[in-house]
């Protein structure tokens, strides 16, 4: 069996998780993790390259189904290349091939970068995360010592002193840029970007609140997690196509946290009930989670159902017409039954029978103009009914 070994690197936005050697049992936990934090720490997605990869199980394969569940769920995305021989085979007899795109070529998704730099670069993603965000604070000269010195000057100075404001404010103007930086990691998910520059401010501010430089950590370490924290509870809470439940949403993420070990123990995807038992909580509550997992994003009216003859917008019904009859013909029920009997006997056979109004005439014994005026002085009386209903 040939050792597991994955390494992580963050190009344009896009995390790439390079894998080698068997992905087996034993590689599972590995893959979970990487995955997990790989979602967390991309806005733009995840490509796993499995170039190197001659083998892949179940356990793993339950591991990469639940990553497209958790994808699906943050508006991102997780793909394959480089599958080949029997990892493709497997991924096809499964049903994964497909949704994971691993028919795409290798040459579509970021460059590899060469064996040396991931020999000597075998970083978790959230390393590798964290050291891009603080080239982007060099890149902006911001230093990180010089906003944690400002903070540590402002504390130090008694409550009330009115350099205390200054120090915060040129705190907050120095690490603003890079803030603005991670919420810009975050765009072109369905959230308006003015918006995300916004709660990554508000994430600025509690992290420059809640920084105790006591702890012996730098202020970036405190900050970064802070601002993302932020940014992916934004989405978390208000992503949603439609509102649901803030107590669904928990349960949600608890399924799908216990959904990988379930899959390996049982070799087979879990039921609600499964999930239910593991968890300890209502079968009823696992079944409201997983249904309100379909409301994040909504979908196309223009997606081909069936043979693909039709779309899903055609199957949908439309208000039928004969309600506001039936609520028009109830209004008017009781006028009619207080009309006289011949004025009754001429709107049945004008609108029953559909005659003329010179058969009617014929058929009751009157002129025709003698009917034309009952009629309209009818419907003129059966529409002010109508209309004081409304």
């Given at each position: 069996?040939?050792?597991?070994?994955?390494?992580?690197?963050?190009?344009?936005?896009?995390?790439?998780?390079?894998?080698?050697?068997?992905?087996?049992?034993?590689?599972?936990?590995?893959?979970?993790?990487?995955?997990?934090?790989?979602?967390?720490?991309?806005?733009?997605?995840?490509?796993?390259?499995?170039?190197?990869?001659?083998?892949?199980?179940?356990?793993?394969?339950?591991?990469?189904?639940?990553?497209?569940?958790?994808?699906?769920?943050?508006?991102?995305?997780?793909?394959?290349?480089?599958?080949?021989?029997?990892?493709?085979?497997?991924?096809?007899?499964?049903?994964?091939?497909?949704r994971?795109?691993?028919?795409?070529?290798?040459?579509?998704?970021?460059?590899?970068?060469?064996?040396?730099?991931?020999?000597?670069?075998?970083?978790?993603?959230?390393?590798?995360m964290?050291?891009?965000?603080?080239?982007?604070?060099?890149?902006?000269?911001?230093?990180?010592?010089?906003?944690?010195?400002?903070?540590?000057?402002?504390a130090?100075?008694?409550?009330?002193?009115?350099?205390?404001?200054?120090?915060?404010?040129?705190?907050?103007e120095?690490?603003?840029?890079?803030?603005h930086?991670?919420?810009?990691?975050?765009?072109?998910?369905?959230?308006?970007?003015?918006?995300?520059?916004?709660?990554?401010?508000?994430?600025?501010?509690?992290?420059?609140?809640?920084?105790?430089?006591?702890?012996?950590?730098?202020?970036?370490?405190?900050?970064?997690?802070?601002?993302?924290?932020?940014?992916?509870?934004?989405?978390?809470?208000?992503?949603?196509?439609?509102?649901v439940?803030?107590?669904?949403?928990?349960?949600?993420?608890?399924?799908?946290?216990?959904?990988?070990?379930?899959?390996?123990?049982?070799?087979?995807?879990?039921?609600?009930?499964?999930?239910?038992?593991?968890?300890?909580?209502?079968?009823?509550?696992?079944?409201?989670?997983?249904?309100?997992?379909?409301?994040?994003?909504?979908?196309?009216l223009?997606?081909?159902?069936?043979?693909?003859?039709?779309?899903?917008?055609?199957?949908?019904?439309?208000?039928?017409?004969?309600?506001?009859?039936?609520?028009?013909?109830?209004?008017?029920?009781?006028?009619?039954?207080?009309?006289?009997?011949r004025?009754?006997?001429?709107?049945?056979?004008?609108?029953?029978?559909?005659?003329?109004?010179?058969?009617?005439?014929?058929?009751?014994?009157?002129?025709?103009?003698?009917?034309?005026?009952?009629?309209?002085?009818?419907?003129?009386?059966?529409?002010?009914?109508?209309?004081?209903?409304?």
């Amino acid at each position: 069996m040939n050792r597991p070994a994955l390494h992580t690197h963050l190009i344009d936005g896009v995390m790439l998780v390079v894998a080698e050697g068997d992905l087996d049992l034993a590689a599972s936990s590995t893959v979970r993790t990487a995955l997990r934090e790989s979602l967390h720490s991309a806005p733009c997605g995840v490509v796993l390259d499995l170039t190197d990869v001659t083998l892949i199980d179940a356990a793993v394969l339950g591991i990469l189904a639940a990553a497209l569940g958790n994808a699906e769920e943050q508006g991102t995305s997780v793909r394959v290349v480089g599958a080949t021989g029997t990892v493709l085979d497997v991924l096809e007899i499964v049903g994964l091939a497909k949704r994971l795109k691993a028919y795409a070529p290798r040459d579509e998704a970021p460059p590899r970068p060469s064996r040396a730099c991931c020999t000597l670069h075998a970083r978790s993603p959230r390393e590798v995360m964290h050291d891009v965000i603080e080239a982007g604070l060099d890149s902006l000269a911001v230093s990180n010592e010089t906003i944690g010195q400002l903070l540590v000057e402002a504390a130090s100075l008694p409550e009330g002193d009115a350099r205390r404001g200054p120090l915060r404010e040129q705190a907050i103007e120095l690490a603003l840029p890079a803030a603005h930086q991670m919420a810009s990691r975050y765009r072109n998910r369905g959230e308006n970007e003015d918006d995300l520059r916004q709660v990554a401010a508000l994430g600025l501010l509690k992290a420059i609140d809640g920084w105790d430089p006591a702890r012996g950590h730098g202020f970036s370490d405190y900050a970064i997690p802070t601002v993302l924290g932020e940014l992916r509870r934004h989405f978390r809470d208000r992503g949603w196509a439609m509102r649901v439940p803030r107590r669904l949403k928990e349960v949600l993420l608890e399924t799908r946290r216990v959904n990988d070990q379930l899959t390996q123990e049982l070799g087979r995807s879990p039921e609600p009930s499964d999930l239910a038992n593991t968890l300890g909580l209502p079968t009823e509550s696992v079944e409201a989670a997983l249904e309100a997992a379909q409301s994040y994003r909504p979908r196309s009216l223009s997606v081909p159902v069936g043979d693909g003859s039709a779309e899903l917008g055609d199957l949908v019904g439309a208000p039928d017409p004969g309600f506001e009859q039936v609520d028009n013909w109830n209004s008017i029920t009781d006028v009619i039954a207080a009309l006289p009997e011949r004025t009754q006997r001429i709107l049945a056979l004008r609108f029953t029978r559909d005659l003329s109004q010179a058969q009617i005439a014929a058929e009751v014994g009157l002129s025709q103009m003698h009917v034309s005026r009952i009629l309209n002085q009818t419907l003129a009386t059966l529409r002010a009914a109508i209309m004081a209903t409304d």
